[in-house]
């Protein structure tokens, strides 16, 4: 089945959800990613002394590794203002999501939860700009969109530096583990990320997850949650 992820930046992708796109990827699931940004107004660039398109371009180049890396069907990235979603006409954000979604006709979407795990104003923008062209969309006209989701944590890791959003695990929907192998696609998806390097090593992120994936699926209430993104959909 086909299955279209749809986050803001470069490495939303990979801190957390690539070890849920190396395990749908490995059982044969197709995966897309839409990026809405090019990343690049990461405080990051004032370490390299970089420009905004700078920046940009060596995300880019990234996240083109991490294609390869999780092995993704497609990629496609744009140009929207990095930490200026929120500025934008709501509508710019859902056409370009819309028209990615008639091309791609994914079964399943998702995104970040309602309250963005970080918090961060690209990431709430982007879950409600994604629910917003699903609501729309989903129905008797476009038979192949089944089911939204939101990946998600349900516990914050311990001495993080960074302030995390969790999920209750009530509201977990759909829950498996990665494979030893997942978690390896995990690791080097992150290590793409060569300009982010130090962030990743003061975030810990390589320790901080584990192998267990969660999500929230819009509208739906499995109890015991799924163990298949796929899992009850029509083919």
């Not at 970040?112 to 994604?130: M, Q």
């Not at 975030?203 to 994936?213: E, G, L, Q, R």
């Amino acid at each position: 089945m086909r299955i279209l992820y749809i986050f803001p930046h470069p490495d939303d992708e990979s801190f957390g959800p690539s070890r849920a796109i190396a395990t749908q990827r490995r059982q044969g699931h197709d995966v897309f990613l839409l990026t809405l940004t090019r990343g690049e107004a990461t405080k990051v660039r004032h370490k390299f002394g970089w420009t905004l398109e700078q920046m940009g371009e060596a995300r880019y180049r990234e996240l083109l590794e991490v294609k390869k890396t999780l092995d993704l069907n497609d990629l496609r990235v744009l140009q929207l203002p990095d930490s200026g979603l929120k500025e934008l006409d709501p509508w710019v954000i859902e056409q370009v999501i819309r028209d990615e979604i008639l091309r791609i006709e994914p079964h399943v979407l998702v995104t970040f939860p309602v309250h963005g795990i970080s918090g961060l104003h690209d990431h709430i923008v982007t879950h409600f700009a994604v629910t917003r062209v699903y609501l729309e969309l989903q129905g008797p006209d476009h038979p192949w969109l089944q089911r939204l989701a939101f990946f998600t944590m349900v516990t914050a890791p311990s001495e993080f530096p960074w302030h995390v959003n969790v999920t209750a695990p009530a509201e977990i929907d759909c829950s498996f583990d990665a494979t030893d192998s997942d978690m390896d696609r995990f690791h080097k998806a992150l290590d793409c990320y060569v300009t982010y390097a130090d962030v990743i090593a003061q975030t810990k992120i390589h320790d901080v997850f584990d192998a267990a994936v969660h999500f929230e699926l819009f509208r739906e209430d499995h109890k015991p949650p799924l163990t298949d993104l796929c899992e009850r959909l029509r083919r």
